[in-house]
């Protein structure tokens, strides 16, 4: 069973667009919801994370949209640029420390 | 960077024999974890370590085996290759805390034929 279903599994936006990447969760018991990064040939890096307690939180041109009633979050990248060009895993970690990670989202910028 | 070192980076091996990978941190962090990464799949745990020689499985444990006698180091074992373990393979560490941020290794590539 997944815990985090995300959408959409690629992407392929023009520079300067808005790519949007959804997650969705079942389990109300998970409390920090981070994204990560991953280059080609590199393991993923931590990126943004939010808390339920806010509904949006902005870190330069990366945005989470976080809707606790809908048990969902997102993330945006404004003014989206080639060397944004990864792949994008969102998670979702509750009491345990261990965080599940939704399946990836491989974006690519085009000039 | 996190002080975090995969080895080998590349293995090309044939199906039943043995696998050993070799995570090695400086960092001195509790956690450490065994992930592996296939198309369509995600990130899936294989097995993680809460401490030394306290270990637990993931959610695809089958075929695997882990044992961390140090701090700094957490071994995953295939003990019989098979072609469905061509993966890459990534070691991560975190700190217990508000976050617990993972730093992920660069990973090891296998590939059994």
């Known amino acids: 069973q997944q815990q985090v279903k995300q959408s959409p599994q690629s992407l392929i936006v023009q520079k300067g667009g808005i790519p949007i990447i959804n997650c969705a969760y079942e389990?109300?018991?998970?409390?920090?919801f981070p994204w990560y990064q991953q280059f080609p040939g590199k393991g993923p890096a931590l990126l943004i994370a939010?808390?339920?307690?806010?509904s949006e939180k902005k870190e330069g041109r990366f945005t989470i949209s976080f809707n606790k009633s809908a048990k969902q979050f997102s993330l945006h990248i404004m003014d989206s640029q080639p060397g944004d060009s990864a792949t994008y895993f969102c998670?979702?970690?509750?009491?345990?420390?261990?965080?599940?990670f939704g399946r990836g989202t491989s974006l690519i910028v085009h000039p | 960077d996190a002080g975090i070192t995969q080895s080998p980076r590349h293995k090309v091996t044939e199906t039943g024999t043995p696998v050993t990978l070799r995570c090695h941190q400086t960092e001195n962090h509790r956690y450490m974890y065994w992930y592996r990464q296939d198309p369509g799949h995600g990130l899936r745990l294989i097995h993680y370590?809460?401490?030394?020689?306290?270990?637990d499985k993931g959610e695809v444990s089958d075929g695997y085996s882990v044992s961390r006698s140090k701090t700094e180091d957490f071994l995953l074992t295939l003990e019989s290759a098979t072609s469905s373990q061509t993966s890459v393979y990534f070691c991560a560490i975190s700190e217990q805390g508000s976050t617990g941020e993972l730093f992920f290794g660069e990973g090891s590539r296998l590939t059994v034929l």
């Open positions: 998670a979702a970690r509750g009491g345990s420390y261990i965080p599940t």
């Open positions: 939010i808390r339920p307690d806010v």
């Open positions: 370590s809460y401490g030394v020689k306290d270990t």
């Open positions: 389990n109300t018991a998970f409390d920090y």
